[in-house]
């Protein structure tokens, strides 16, 4: 069953509270199944060693008492799923001031990063599951949706927004992109609209009652350099560092692509990227103008706010004509690139995948002249453990969109492959490297 049509936004709005909802009711609930002994073992074991939570408690310890600890953590588990209330003790978080670059003594030169209770991160992972599974039967989720799902990855996002724009090259239209910036999305997600539309979704009652209770009375301190601010209430958005906080974030914006029959949508947690294509340039910027206004209508009635500055838009195709050409959100101009990032790699208006791979190029030299300093230093092992952490990443990441590209634009990179190869074998100029080759490739599989 389809739990979501669209509505025209002008005529059959469905409204509710304070805000249009494109939703259509759900008439299926979710229910939280009991958790088992087994179930709370291996999510323990799953998780990552060397996390350290808001207590100070690393995960190695929950580990080391997992038989003497499991039992009495199902039963308090279950016993939160039973009464529909989350622990009070687990909803402090611990946030830590991350130095990103720039003047020290500038505040906005530092990524919050927030620590929750290990203790609560593996209760989110239990309910995560079964919010997985009723989401799954009930197609609740738009396909449009990539982020913070199972078999989804940046590489279909990527995918899926390439071959739109090619194949309206194909048929000779003009395809204009444009790349929408939240400001502080997670940050300012309304408790009230997320409740109202997990309800029309079919979470409700207890579990509705659950993740209200997960929501509510949470507080922060920061902490740095050995001293500890006071507690602060947090009022809005999502749990930063949570494991249920980005799966809430993505059914607050799941609507979102039903304001637009015209407009096609890629979204990937709060990267949201709209394209439009049509014979007519100018009828497609009309035609733009009017569906993002839908689109800014429907973040205001939802408490979220565009960054015009950082929103940007790219006219696809050969051939920098029209340099006159304006989209507008509201009253707002925004700006036109001629590449820019796009979930991790650089994508221009010609998507001939140049600046990415220029990009890459200049990683791997960095990659390279490190390999060179240490080859006389540390072993073939060591060598190849750089090789694979430094270089391969950069060479394999979304490889399935940018590496089928031209020979000639490729080769670049395929020489300083070799390079590197060399240094990690101690080959020589002239040596074959075949061998060397299957092996790097060997040794990389092994690792992962």
């Known amino acids: ?76 588990f279950n016993l939160s799923f039973q009464k529909g209330k989350f622990p009070n003790c687990m909803k402090t978080a611990k946030v830590i001031p991350l130095y990103k670059c720039g003047d020290r003594h500038n505040i906005t030169n530092y990524r919050p990063i927030s620590l929750l209770s290990q203790f609560s991160k593996i209760l989110e992972k239990l309910f995560n599951a079964r919010l997985d599974k009723f989401l799954d039967k009930h197609k609740i989720l738009t396909e449009k949706q990539y982020g913070f799902r199972s078999n989804r990855s940046t590489v279909l996002a990527i995918t899926e927004f390439v071959e739109g724009v ?122 733009i103008t009017l569906e993002l206004d839908k689109v800014k209508k429907w973040c205001d009635r939802n408490k979220l706010s565009l960054n015009l500055k950082k929103t940007k838009f790219i006219l696809f195709g050969y051939g920098r004509l029209n340099h006159q050409i304006q989209v507008r959100v509201g009253d707002a101009n925004i700006g036109r690139v001629y590449e820019t990032k796009f979930l991790g790699i650089n994508i221009d208006d010609k998507i001939c995948w140049k600046p990415h791979i220029k990009y890459i190029h200049n990683k791997l030299a960095k990659s390279i002249s ?21 270089f391969v990443p950069y060479l394999d990441y979304c490889v399935e969109c940018w590496g089928n590209t031209y020979k000639s634009a490729l080769w670049p990179l395929f020489i300083l492959q070799k390079r590197a190869i060399r240094i990690v074998h101690g080959l020589g100029y002239r040596d074959h490297m075949n061998s060397s080759f299957a092996l790097s490739v060997l040794f990389f599989v092994f690792l992962i």
Not at 13 to 33: A, C, P, R
Not at 37 to 43: D, G, M, P, Q
Request: proline letters at 2%.
């Open 166 to 287: 090619t194949s309206a090259w194909d048929n000779k239209k003009h395809t204009l992109g444009i790349f929408i910036d939240f400001q502080k999305a997670f940050d300012t997600i309304n408790f009230e609209i997320l409740l109202d539309k997990l309800e029309r979704y079919g979470i409700r009652g207890l579990v509705l009652k659950w993740i209200k209770s997960y929501l509510s009375n949470r507080r922060q301190f920061v902490s740095l350099g050995g001293h500890q601010s006071d507690f602060l209430d947090i009022v809005c958005g999502v749990p930063q560092g949570s494991v249920l906080g980005p799966k809430l974030f993505i059914l607050y914006i799941n609507d979102i692509c039903y304001v637009s029959e015209l407009l096609n949508f890629v979204l990937f947690a709060d990267d949201t990227t709209v394209w439009a294509s049509g014979e007519d340039l100018q009828q497609l910027l009309g035609l």
């Open 370 to 390: 490190i390999l060179a300093r240490v080859k006389n230093i540390v072993d073939w092992k060591s060598l190849h453990i750089l090789y694979c952490s430094m």
């Open 1 to 76: 069953m389809t739990t979501h049509a669209y509505t025209n936004i002008c005529d059959n709005e469905v409204s509710y509270g304070t805000i249009v909802n494109f939703i259509e009711k759900n008439q299926h609930s979710m229910f939280l199944k009991p958790i088992e002994e087994k179930e709370v073992r291996y999510i323990i074991n799953k998780c990552d060693k060397s996390s350290t939570d808001s207590d100070g408690i690393n995960m190695t310890i929950i580990k080391s008492v997992i038989e003497g600890c499991s039992r009495p953590l199902t039963y308090i």
